[in-house]
């Protein structure tokens, strides 16, 4: 018998080449499965809400994996203890709990949501943030910043803003997209969805900067929805900026199984 187990996992996404397990090269879910499967013997279906990409981080990644109930139940109160003093110190579990059959860590999940840090002071990024935020050259004007942002906000079909993944859709629904500017100066772009497509929030971002740097006008980004392939002219910004901040779920097991249905039925959601 085995038991679902979500693992809440954060990382700096740095030194990793992406999320996924790739031979020969360092990943997040490398580095996880290879300290999970010491403890439990026998891992199996790791799957997680958002394949992140290379130098891409997260404080609100989720995952689940089935694990042997009896070790489960050796190891449960005490295994984020262990795994602190396992895995290396950029990757941190913050929670492992006990899931119901029904909880898919993709296809479960109502929204994920994102954060891209950008500074626009004259000495770049502090050295301390340096690896989460973007140093953008030129001044950046808020206001015109969430124009831009507010056209490319609800459900429209964003393969101008995406790679595109054979047989998979780009339409999608962005339930929020804004920019604040926090007390120490940096800009943040706040961009939620009920899943991306690849490369889609950084050049969402990519788009929106022009605009905020008065080198494009505010209506430019969501002029390009209706294009059926990708825009050549939309920049895609660097990895690092990006982070993965919250993935919710339904709260109730029903829920949670007729959401994965429908996820399933509607699209092959690249995560």
Not at 52 to 81: F, K, M, N, Y
């Amino acid at each position: 018998m085995s038991k679902r187990i979500r693992v809440d996992v954060a990382y700096d996404g740095t030194d990793f080449s992406g999320w996924a397990v790739q031979p020969g090269r360092r990943t997040v879910a490398g580095e996880l499965l290879a300290v999970l499967e010491r403890l439990f013997g026998a891992v199996e279906g790791l799957t997680v809400a958002g394949r992140t990409d290379a130098g891409v981080h997260a404080t609100g990644q989720v995952c689940h994996i089935d694990v042997p109930e009896e070790r489960w139940a050796a190891l449960g109160d005490s295994l984020v203890r262990r795994l602190a003093g396992l895995l290396p110190l950029d990757v941190r579990v913050l929670a492992a709990t006990e899931a119901p059959p029904e909880f898919d860590a993709r296809f479960s999940a109502l929204s994920r949501r994102y954060e891209y840090r950008v500074t626009d002071a004259p000495h770049g990024a502090a050295p301390l943030r340096r690896r989460d935020t973007l140093a953008w050259p030129r001044p950046l004007d808020l206001t015109l910043l969430n124009a831009a942002a507010a056209g490319l906000v609800g459900e429209h079909d964003f393969a101008a803003f995406c790679r595109r993944k054979e047989h998979a859709s780009t339409i999608r629904a962005v339930s929020q997209l804004s920019w604040r500017r926090d007390p120490d100066g940096i800009l943040v772009a706040t961009v939620q969805a009920d899943a991306f497509c690849w490369s889609m929030v950084r050049s969402l971002v990519g788009a929106q900067l022009p605009v905020g740097d008065g080198r494009r006008s505010p209506s430019w980004p969501a002029g390009l929805l209706g294009r059926s392939v990708r825009a050549d002219e939309v920049g895609v910004v660097p990895a690092h900026g990006l982070t993965l901040v919250e993935v919710v779920y339904p709260a109730d097991v029903a829920a949670l199984r007729e959401r994965a249905e429908l996820t399933r039925r509607r699209r092959d959601v690249p995560a």
